[in-house]
């Protein structure tokens, strides 16, 4: 008898071994067959709009008068905005928050939107980035998958998390940390590991796609990496909570100008005409252009030379009235910029080589400012090699921490406290825990 009990035992154990590996090996096929189609679409896609935007900075420097024509393309994008775009002006906000709420949907159209309005606001010199553009356009593929194939809200969601994986590694060419910035910035302290299969698909096919297309992204060199010193150590913290200081610097005044150009201008064109002309004015003030589009060549002579005190501001300066105004782009490559100088400027300060300061900054800055410490960690050793990798990952753990709950997008939600001595409510977005600061005023 007990052999019996035993065998059928054995034989219900097998079959419930045999029906769980069948569902894995589904769920892996089913991923790689719907990340795969994200990768591919949007690499090819993200191809196009890089091309596209290095054609728009070329015509830029070779016709400098396009400058004064600012206004005008900020008029025209916002206006197409606002007669078709529906929530699609939103842009990477609108993506969280279907995440978070799984309600509406997102316009397989904002891609189109995001690349047409951010080509645009590059070629008559809009000091913006280009991530935020890449993201959108995979977040739109994803939705448009989903549509699609039918899927379910979980389903769905974790495909958005795919296309915001294939959108990023295909726009900087880091497919692990893009792999880990989709699901790293849902939530502030929690990473979404359930759509890790989709999104590894879909960054490494991504990043393929857009390298077979002929993009090369841009290099770093990092010189000279220091040995190990309780000294150095010393320093590097210092510095990484100047970097956490400088990326909440940068997100509570982009959102600030937002909010402000909101208030007093009511008309979307009219808000980026303005904000256009005061960057004209801004340029002649400042008596150069070099912190206009991407800005790339401050960053790479950010590693080779020590930057003024002036570069890091300026750009911020310049990237937040830009966003702030009602501009399309992005704001990790003006992060990087911002970053890398200010990493050099402090090299000088701190007599350390210029270019390893540099790379921190680059990443420090970026880690605080997307409250994604792994992503960003991953993403240094990608771009600068495995050497700098202990200091890095130090660096962005400080910045993390020192950014406090602030970000560059305004609809990532709070997932848990970076202390136990600030209590928060439960999953509160950015944006409703910087407004708790300033409570608004009864009407009388």
């Not at 990477?92 to 606001?121: C, D, W, Y």
């Amino acid at each position: 008898m007990k052999r019996i009990e035993n065998n059928l035992f054995n034989s219900n154990i097998k079959s419930v071994f045999m029906s769980h590996s069948i569902k894995y090996i589904y769920t892996f096929l089913r991923w790689i067959v719907l990340g795969g189609l994200i990768g591919i679409l949007t690499g090819t896609a993200a191809a196009f709009f890089l091309k596209s935007l290095q054609f728009a900075t070329n015509k830029r420097l070779e016709l400098p008068w396009l400058l004064f024509f600012l206004p005008f393309g900020g008029m025209l994008v916002s206006y197409v905005y606002m007669k078709y775009g529906k929530d699609s002006s939103k842009g990477n906000n609108l993506i969280l928050e279907q995440i978070h709420e799984s309600q509406g949907k997102i316009p397989v159209r904002m891609g189109i939107f995001a690349l047409f309005g951010t080509v645009i606001t590059h070629l008559f010199g809009g000091s913006a980035g280009r991530e935020g553009t890449g993201v959108q356009i995979g977040a739109s593929i994803a939705e448009g998958v989903s549509n699609l194939f039918k899927l379910d809200r979980l389903d769905r969601n974790i495909l958005l998390m795919s296309g915001i994986s294939s959108g990023f590694a295909s726009v900087f060419g880091t497919p692990l940390a893009g792999t880990i910035f989709g699901m790293e910035i849902i939530f502030i302290g929690i990473i979404n590991y359930e759509a890790l299969v989709p999104c590894t698909i879909a960054a490494f096919i991504g990043d393929f796609i857009t390298n077979f297309w002929g993009v090369k992204h841009t290099h770093y060199i990092v010189g000279v990496i220091p040995s190990f010193s309780t000294k150095l150590m010393f320093k590097i913290i210092i510095i990484g909570i100047i970097f956490g200081l400088i990326s909440k610097i940068f997100s509570e005044l982009t959102h600030k100008l937002k909010k402000m150009f909101s208030i007093y201008f009511k008309n979307t064109i009219i808000k980026s005409a303005v904000g256009g002309i005061i960057v004209i004015i801004l340029v002649y003030i400042v008596g150069n252009r070099n912190y206009l589009g991407l800005s790339i060549p401050l960053m790479m002579d950010a590693f080779k030379y020590t930057s003024k005190i002036q570069d890091f501001i300026l750009k911020t300066i310049f990237t937040s009235l830009t966003l702030g105004s009602g501009y399309q782009g992005g704001e990790v490559t003006p992060l990087f910029v911002i970053g890398s100088t200010l990493g050099s400027f402090m090299s000088g300060i701190m007599n350390e080589p210029i270019s390893f300061f540099a790379s921190l900054g680059l990443i420090g800055v970026f880690a605080g400012a997307t409250n994604a410490p792994i992503a960003s960690f991953i993403m240094g050793i990608e771009l600068f090699g495995s050497d700098i990798g202990k200091y890095m990952f130090i660096i962005c753990v400080t910045s993390y921490l020192f950014s406090g709950h602030s970000s560059i997008y305004s609809a990532q939600k709070i997932g848990m406290s970076k202390t136990k001595f600030i209590s928060l409510p439960r999953d509160i977005t950015v944006d409703k825990y910087g407004e708790s600061f300033y409570p608004k005023k009864d009407k009388k």
